[in-house]
């Protein structure tokens, strides 16, 4: 599951979930302002890992400033990968779903995230989220328009930014709330990759089978193809719906849409 629609949607559908489940913890019980800020995070974050990748989506999407990290990233993760190999693992040449793509990533990611919140509260979610609302609308745009679309990637991702700076109340747990949007929307990505024909290697360093990058994955009966019949068909479409009920249910908790309080749209409460 590796197209942009497909990914940006998991990782919303992730939040939602979370959010909708976690009733007992901090998590659960977010502002309907907090809610929102990490949806567009996850949602953005959902398809961060592929920065390992030259040619990905998200590569593209501010231009030389992301085309050039991509690059440094592959490198990065195509030397560690050549460091921690075992002999059972391929030898194979780039750093596609590599380091971006496995759990020490996802942490890492949450908490550099909260700890750049936590730094200054009047430019570093702002920005932040100026940087994943541009990934998640790049994501959902599948087919775009350098030329046409980058403006409205820009103006969005600005829109929600200038809603950003109006918040000013942010706290240390919301911060911490934004570092869980993070890690959930990149595990969002691994799992997304581990039903596709390649798996994805997100429980490195631990080695299984004699491989430190094993690559996580299903039987080969249940796995699809990138971009194939059965994602754009059935998984992108199942997720969007699970994405839009999950957010119902935390937004009715907010308070924030007064008449989702009246639909009943958890049946096992």
């Known amino acids: 599951m590796s ?9 919303l559908a992730a939040w939602a979930g979370v959010t909708a489940l976690a009733t007992g913890s901090a998590v659960g019980n977010l502002s309907a302002k907090g ?6 995070l996850a949602t953005g974050a959902a398809l961060l890992p592929d920065l390992d990748h030259p040619e990905s ?11 050039a990290a991509s690059k440094l990233i592959n490198a990065v993760s195509h030397g560690v990968y050549r460091l921690t190999r075992t002999k059972r693992d391929s030898n194979r040449d780039g750093g596609h779903r590599g380091l971006t793509h496995t759990l020490v990533f996802a ?13 200054s509260r009047s430019w570093a979610l702002p920005l932040l989220m100026f940087f994943f609302c541009g990934l998640a609308v790049r994501g959902i745009l599948h087919k775009w328009s350098p ?11 600005l829109l929600l930014t200038y ?12 911060a911490a709330a934004c570092g869980v949007a993070v890690g959930i929307g990149c595990i969002a990505h691994y799992f997304g990759d581990a039903i596709t024909e ?14 430190t990058w094993y690559p996580v994955a299903p039987p080969k009966i249940m796995r699809m193809r990138t971009g194939g019949k059965v994602e754009m068909a059935v998984v992108g479409p199942v997720l969007t719906i699970v994405a839009v009920w999950m957010s119902a249910i935390a937004l009715q908790r907010t308070g924030v849409v007064p008449f989702l309080e009246h639909i009943p749209l958890t049946p096992w409460a």
Do not use: E, N, Y
Request: with cysteine; aromatic share 8%; net charge negative.
């Open 198 to 211: 390649q798996g994805c290697p997100m429980l490195w360093p631990v080695p299984i089978a004699w491989k």
């Open 163 to 174: 809603a950003c700076l109006k918040w000013t109340d942010q706290t240390d747990a919301d």
């Open 57 to 67: 989506t998200v590569s593209s999407t501010f231009g030389p400033v992301t085309a």
């Open 147 to 157: 030329r046409h679309d980058a403006l409205w990637i820009t103006g969005t991702s």
């Open 107 to 119: 942490v890492l990611a949450a908490v550099v995230t909260t700890a750049t919140v936590q730094t």
């Open 35 to 40: 809610w929102l800020v990490g949806a567009v």
């Open 3 to 11: 197209t942009g629609p497909t990914h940006a949607m998991s990782g």
